[in-house]
């Protein structure tokens, strides 16, 4: 079976979840379709493919058009995210090794889709997901490795509803690569299967 369409889609997951944390530390704003995008791929519990997580990539545009200039030649300009996404990758083995924690993530993630099922307005409910997927990352994620620093505008950084959804995005960077690790990926292919993976991206 080949894997790697799926495996390019969850480095396109991760680096749109980085790329947003990113913005939002540095400006305070980020494209709203494309955090709902990951912000959604965390409550895909019963997708029938990995395609269907992000709603066969339609979602990842941005996640897409970032990763192809990281697979081909990143500028200096690039180097945080880049070393964002390389410690979300590590973070993200550390979970898929880890059952305990999965069952424990999995519970609250169901815990917070059911709690913001009365929720009529979009605001008031990304908002709510955003707080409690960022306890979530605060409790069980933050703890499996090195407490990852986002440096940005401390006026943005200091907002919480800014704290939340860069948490939140966070915690959908780690679950895009526990889809990366699923589909037999490896640190090793970023360096040598640089155009493999590039030239998946717009079957993706």
Known sequence: MNHLPARTLGLAGLVQSAS?????????????????????????FDAASSFDIYQFGDGLAH??????????????????????????????????????????VGAELHSALEAVQMLHDPAARAASLDA?????????????????IIRGEQSHLNRSENADRIRMLLLAGVRAGVLFYQMKGARWQLLLQRQQLRRQLPFI
């Open 20 to 44: 947003l944390a990113l913005q939002i530390a540095r400006t305070g704003l980020t494209s709203s379709d494309a955090l709902e995008a990951v912000r959604e791929s965390l409550f895909q």
């Open 63 to 104: 996640g897409k058009l970032v990763l192809a200039k990281l697979l081909e030649e990143p500028g200096s300009e690039e180097q945080a995210l880049i070393n964002l996404a390389y410690q979300t990758l590590s973070i993200a083995k550390r979970f898929y090794r880890n059952s305990s924690v999965q069952r424990q």
């Open 132 to 148: 409690r997927c960022a306890l979530i990352y605060q409790t069980h994620i933050r703890p499996l490795g090195r407490t990852i």
